[in-house]
């Protein structure tokens, strides 16, 4: 056993035994918002503070709370319901780690978020929160819900369960409710799971195989080689160009459009918190970590919906995604040899670009995507258009335009002319500023061109 779990057994002791309470539904602002209902008090029992149900597994007992959330809620500018239409297949070609086949739906997945004791060895999750969209009863029993979550029936609500361990010795309850909750599934969604909830899972559920039911001994949603998607990995593609962070909560607030209450706690202070909880028995400071929790996994619904349609050019307006935004976007299509959405993308990208570095970049890839399909008439009207629309120290449009006339055209007079310019734009550009081998080369082409038109007279 390890110290910290054998700390956490002693704290445990301390805490008084709750007792049974009833189901609870939270209600929802008109921003989207989550309502609380839970007491302002810092001190308090955790049944009056964050009002739940106590459920039976196999392995044990645990807590859950649990809220539900009307599709046509909005989470910022994106509508739960959006996620139902959302296409996850259109991250697959990006992220074949994942493996989400073209059936796949976000009604089907499991969205997940743990929190934790903290880092390293002897690490263990206290909460784990799954949100799941279904057709909800919210005056139904705990029972009655098990059943409604595995039926087919249209959803009509996203619903978060928080799995809550009072104390070390509810563990293998928690692990054993929350196996429950997601086997019905057909894959899972987290952000950054790939890298820490799921392997920290994963460890737990190994640790506990002799108190947990067969079904839940390998939680096989939740295993290697499933579908999962981490949406960490598609936000930072679309949007590290711009955000200096892409956390979840730098997400919200730059791309959803969300702003948390007060009542949030950041991430590093809660494993103190639950150790404070043991300690301590008074849980005004968890209904904090369940909020923080429950807001995670609500925007990762709301995420999951906005960068599947992003990446299927959905969204690509004004309102939708900034310039450099499009010009990932733009990169993502080009791998995956969607040329026409990466067109499109860089098109966008460059109407609404508002600086000569940024107009440079999507002028390059742009150009060099239509150069290698051979499209050589729209690669010369976009490499004028640079010329004509970006003042940098970059000569590769005339470089290119040089090249064109030489090789393509034939026309040596304006394969000379596009040499010449370039050169001398070079040349009146301070030495660190120009770019290395672009003189060398414009001389190098310059001579020969000029040589070739003397041996034709």
């Known amino acids: 056993m390890s110290d910290a779990l054998e700390r956490l057994r002693r704290l445990a002791g301390l805490r008084p035994q709750k007792s049974r309470t009833e189901l609870a539904y939270v209600s929802v602002d008109a921003d989207g918002g989550l309502r609380s209902t839970l007491s302002s008090a810092a001190q308090g029992r955790l049944e009056e503070l964050a009002p739940g149900q106590e459920v039976e597994t196999a392995a044990g007992r645990c807590y859950v709370v649990t809220t539900a959330l009307p599709l046509d809620v909005e989470r910022g500018r994106e509508r739960l319901a959006n996620a139902l239409d959302a296409p996850p297949a259109a991250l697959a070609l990006l992220h ?18 743990a929190e934790t004791t903290g880092l390293g060895a002897g690490v263990y999750a206290f909460m784990v929160g799954v949100g799941t969209f279904e057709s909800w009863n919210h005056k139904a ?6 059943r409604e979550g595995a039926a087919s029936s249209a959803p009509t609500h996203f619903v978060v369960r928080q799995f809550f361990m009072r104390h070390p010795g509810e563990e293998a309850a928690l692990l054993a409710a929350v196996a429950e909750r997601v086997e019905p599934k057909r894959w899972v969604v987290t952000f950054n799971g790939r890298s820490f909830d799921l392997p920290l899972l994963r460890s737990r559920y190994r640790q506990h ?28 593609r679309l949007w590290r160009r711009r955000l200096q962070s892409c956390r979840l909560i730098h997400l919200e607030q730059r791309i959803l459009g969300v702003e948390r209450s007060e009542e949030d706690v950041p991430g590093a202070l809660i494993p103190a918190l639950y150790l404070e909880y043991l300690r301590s028995g008074q849980a005004g400071e968890m209904r904090r970590v369940f909020y923080h929790n429950r807001e995670d996994i609500v925007s990762m619904a709301a995420l999951a919906s906005y960068l599947a349609r992003a990446y299927t050019s959905e969204l690509m307006h004004p309102e939708a995604l900034a310039a450099e935004d499009l010009f990932s976007l733009a990169l993502c299509h080009e791998r995956q040899g969607a040329t026409s959405l990466a067109e499109r993308a860089y098109r966008l990208a460059l109407d609404m670009a508002a600086t000569d570095s940024l107009r440079s970049e999507v002028f390059a890839h742009w150009s060099a995507l239509l150069k290698r399909q ?34 393509r055209t034939r026309d040596l007079e304006q394969a000379e002319m596009w040499a010449g310019w370039g050169l001398h734009t ?6 660190h500023r120009r770019l290395p081998g672009q003189r060398a080369d414009l001389e190098r082409r310059l001579r020969r061109i000029q040589s070739k038109r003397k041996d034709a007279k």
């Open 209 to 236: 195989l002799a108190f947990l039911p067969a079904h839940a001994h390998r939680a096989s949603r939740l295993g290697e080689g499933q579908p999962h998607l981490d949406l960490l990995p598609p936000a930072r």
């Open 96 to 113: 074949p780690e994942f493996r989400l086949s073209g059936d796949l739906r976000f009604a089907d997945a499991a969205f997940l978020d």
């Open 141 to 146: 029993s705990v029972e009655d819900d098990r």
């Open 374 to 407: 051979a499209r050589w008439e729209e690669a010369a009207e976009l490499w004028q258009r640079w010329l004509a629309t970006v003042n940098g120290a970059d000569a590769t449009p005339f470089i290119e335009l040089a090249k064109y006339h030489e090789w």
């Open 426 to 431: 070079v040349e009146a550009l301070p030495a």
